[in-house]
């Protein structure tokens, strides 16, 4: 029976304001809240949805990150994924350099399917799962929103900026969840126990043999150009009065 | 010299204007020469164009059968075949270049710049992350190609008065066909395109069914406007998924922006802080929606919208 590979990236929650370090060297990360991305608890209920239909036997969530990721991987094993694995690495990859260990971790667990968030609510990169099925030379199907595996395929529906549309795919292939794929279920206190107890494998980056030198450097950064403070109106005519003065309606 | 590649986009035989947007965004590096390549079944109107598009120096035509529809894992090994006379390959950061331009990339072994929303220079851009609250300045190394796309919301589409010269080419590419198009199912609204238009109106969840979203509809119709949505909006089943717009659904820069009963989450709000002008209808005064505002209502959607109409006549 086949295994899924789920990748989970340990993010800044999507609750928080991120604010940028007033010397612009990065953003303030200190005693900040960090989850499991949201893209990737959906690709990770997905990967549990289709093993409880029998359609996987085992679920593997990988992330790669600070040793602190272990609380994000016990969290989707806590979900009901079967192990995890942990690239233990203080520095953050790039995407390419992620797809490179993704690729490593392909090649020692063989899975059917590979599922990643669409992007990271950090960077906004949007870039692994594609860099990683070009590499892997294999099919992806992005920001899906609907899967259906059958047999040695998968037929994926995805958001697309013109609606949806579905491609099919043959397995093994790499997937990518958008939104609207399923709604990821809440963990219950007895599982968090049992993930304790469930196997959490630790590799050294250094030892993947992957080129995972940074290709951009990034020379600042700065807070968002804020907006002009507005004015509050007090009912429709004075709303419709300064839409026209502003000749944005007629 | 700069040799730009700009991979065009389109559909039902148009061009996306996001295509002039990624000319636009070419042209601001100096130096730069750039060429658009047109790939479809049939490239002959499209090409055309391109053509007109200011500023483009050549437009490629590649004719497949195996480009009638834009997959990635199909158009990815062609562009890379292209790729090798160019310094920078560009894309727009709509679902079709998203898709496509990593997988580019990783076949060329370099990384990928996401969301150009300016340029300094021909390897230094600025780009977002974390939701637009923060904007950092990117190098890219000189001696690597440059992939990238481009945030179209950043960028006014270059004007139609060029007349470039088109060229056929062959690429020598192998064609996976582990990759099937199925269908596309695509709301035909009729409606200006959400991500060009000048006027947008968006409802959010405070609406509550689909049925009373039509007066966010009915609005818009008024104002010829598109209709845009808050996530919630779509989650709930009230507007269909191609409306979101935000961090994950689409960031768009229209002259007016309307939103109609939503709070102002961080991810909406980073898909229309490009907008000239935010009205905010909410009842609650308290809602986030109001800090980015340019003109605030409180009061209730269902009272003030019905009087906004008739007062449009
Ligand atoms: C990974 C991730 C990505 C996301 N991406 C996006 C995205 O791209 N786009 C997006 O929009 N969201 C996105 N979200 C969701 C976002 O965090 C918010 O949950 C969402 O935007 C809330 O939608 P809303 O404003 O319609 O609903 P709510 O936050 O529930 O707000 C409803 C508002 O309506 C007002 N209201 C209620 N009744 C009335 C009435 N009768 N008249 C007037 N006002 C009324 C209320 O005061 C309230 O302010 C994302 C979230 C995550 C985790
Ligand atoms: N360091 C990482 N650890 C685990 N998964 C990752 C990591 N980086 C990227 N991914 C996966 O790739 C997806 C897209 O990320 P990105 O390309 O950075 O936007 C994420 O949603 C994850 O599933």
Known sequence: MSKILVGLKRVVDYNVRVRVKPDGSGVVTEGVKMSINPFDEIALEEALRIKEKGGASEVIVASIGPAETQQQLRTGLAMGADRAILVQSEQALEPLSAARVFLKLIEKESPQIVLLGKQGIDDDNNQTGQMLAALWNRPQATFASKIELDGTLARVTREVDAGLETIEVDLPAVLTTDLRLNEPRYVKLPEIMKAKKKPLETLALGDLGVDVAAQFKTLNYAPPPSRQKGIMVKDVPELLATLKQKGLVQ | ?313
């Open chain 2, 1 to 313: 010299m700069t040799h730009i590649l700009v991979i065009a986009e389109h559909a039902g035989g148009k061009l996306n204007p996001a295509t002039a947007k990624c000319v636009t965004c070419a042209s601001q590096i100096s130096d730069a020469t750039v060429d658009v390549a047109v790939f479809a079944a049939q490239a002959d109107a499209l090409a055309a164009e391109a053509a007109q598009i200011a500023g483009v120096n050549r437009v490629l035509k590649i004719e497949d059968a195996a480009n009638a529809e834009p997959l990635a894992a199909l158009l990815a090994p062609q562009v890379v075949s292209l790729a090798q006379k160019y310094s920078h390959v560009f894309g727009p950061s709509t679902t079709f270049g998203k898709d496509l331009m990593p997988r580019v990339a990783a076949l060329l072994g370099v990384g990928q710049l996401s969301d150009i929303m300016a340029v300094e220079a021909s390897h230094r851009f600025r780009r977002p992350i974390y939701a637009g609250n923060a904007i950092i300045t990117v190098e890219a190394p000189a001696d690597r190609k440059v992939v990238a796309t481009v945030r179209t919301a950043s960028f006014q589409a270059a004007g139609g008065a060029g007349s470039a010269p088109i060229e056929a080419v062959d690429v020598t590419a192998e064609l996976p066909s582990h990759t099937r198009f199925i269908s596309r199912s695509a709301a035909a609204t009729g409606r200006p395109d959400l991500q060009t238009a000048a006027r947008v109106v968006s409802g959010g969840r405070a609406l509550g069914s689909a049925e009373n979203f039509k007066v966010i509809y009915s609005l818009a119709d008024k104002l010829g406007a598109p209709v845009g949505a808050s996530r919630a909006a779509v989650d709930a089943g009230y507007a269909a998924n191609d409306l979101q717009v935000g961090q994950t659904g689409k960031i768009i820069s229209p002259e007016l922006y309307i939103a109609v009963g939503i709070s102002g989450a961080i991810q909406h709000l980073t898909g229309i802080k490009d907008a000239r002008t935010i009205v905010a209808i909410n009842k609650d005064a308290e809602a986030p929606i109001f800090e980015v505002a340019d003109i605030g209502l409180v009061g209730d959607l269902f009272a003030i919208l019905p009087e906004l109409e008739k007062a449009l006549g």
